[in-house]
């Protein structure tokens, strides 16, 4: 008989501690927290440590003349209000009364905090990085007296003593509240309309009448003009934000607009990571995720795989065209 092989100094891949943090890595989600932490903590240190770039300017430029607001319509405190602690609160109350599993509720919650601080976060990049002048930059530097009208100067003829003022006044593209509002309330319209099945094909009751189960559905849909406004209702309300930063001279039309488009196509991104195309027939219900972050699977229904995808979703929970239903 052939005596073991001594396994001292290997590691098993299958056991032990790297095999226990790869199983932990697979099966949870902590490759997104994490993430989400590295965001968090890369936002503050370009908060707190990272000064734009200064683009010269020139005093004769009118779009920069425009007078500084010292109050503002939508200050940082009500921006945070309206795009993170409304959509939040909409989220959790509207899973409280589907009576939603906890899985439903954790990826509903990180789905909308990587949405906001992806995009605070590319956002401050692309700011730091452009330094383009606000529209109220002038009366934000104070230029000395002595300083000529008719050539480009630099940050160095500011007079301004408070840093947070003038240094902002290079951080005008994309704008942040922009941005911000629709990863918020861009993230809820999506979540609101595949909670309400806008888009939704498939699914319906059966059949009669010549008239087959997709095609009832698709005429109620259309049909529901309320539902979809609802869904609508958090978009509007994020262009209203980013035009208040046009009234406020803090941004232009040019910057709320790419710093709208910034925030939208985030939250779409961070929603789709884990929820189903709106046009799926299981729109509202997100993907099961990993393994370990299900009870047991298929027991109480926490990222169960329905009977009737089984086969056709390959394990897992998405929704399913017409044409395969049909066929």
């Not at 939603?100 to 692309?126: R, Y």
């Not at 009669?208 to 309320?226: H, M, P, Q």
């Not at 109480?300 to 979703?313: A, T």
Request: neutral net charge; contains cysteine; glycine residues 12%.
């Amino acid at each position: 008989m052939v005596p073991p092989r001594p396994t001292s100094g290997v590691v098993d891949p299958s056991g032990g501690i790297v095999g226990s943090f790869s199983r932990f890595w697979q099966r949870t989600y902590a490759s997104d927290h994490i993430g989400f932490v590295l965001l968090l903590v890369g936002y503050l240190l370009l908060q707190f440590f990272v000064e734009p770039f200064h683009r010269m300017f020139s005093l004769n430029d009118l779009r920069i003349a425009f007078p500084h607001a010292e109050v503002e319509r939508v200050p940082l405190l009500n921006d945070f209000i309206y795009a993170l602690f409304l959509p939040l609160g909409v989220l959790i109350l509207a899973n409280l009364a589907t009576h939603a599993p906890p899985h439903k509720h954790h990826v509903t919650v990180l789905g909308l905090a990587i949405s906001l601080i992806l995009a605070s976060f590319l956002t401050d990049v692309i700011k730091n990085a452009v330094g383009r002048p606000r529209p109220d930059l002038l009366a934000r530097c104070v230029p000395r007296p002595d300083t000529p009208r008719d050539v480009l100067v630099t940050i160095d003829v500011c007079t301004q003593t408070d840093h947070h003022t003038l240094h902002d006044g290079w951080r005008s593209f994309p704008s942040g509240h922009s941005s911000f509002a629709f990863a918020g309330l861009g993230y809820l319209s999506l979540f609101l309309a595949g909670q309400m099945r806008i888009f939704a094909h498939g699914g319906g009751g059966g059949g009669g009448g010549g008239a087959s189960a997709g095609d009832k559905v698709e005429k109620l849909v259309r049909g529901d003009l309320l539902r979809a406004l609802l869904c609508g209702a958090p978009l509007l309300g994020a262009t209203m934000i980013a035009i208040s930063r046009c009234q406020d001279y803090r941004h232009d039309v040019y910057d709320v607009c790419v710093g709208g488009l910034l925030g939208w196509t985030v939250a779409y991104w961070s929603y789709r990571r884990y929820w189903p195309r709106l046009g799926s027939w299981r729109c509202e219900e997100p993907y099961a995720g990993p393994l370990g972050a299900q009870d047991v699977v298929g027991r109480n229904g926490y990222g169960r795989v329905r009977d009737e995808e089984e086969g056709l979703g390959q394990g897992r929970n998405v929704g399913i065209d017409l044409g395969v239903l049909s066929n």
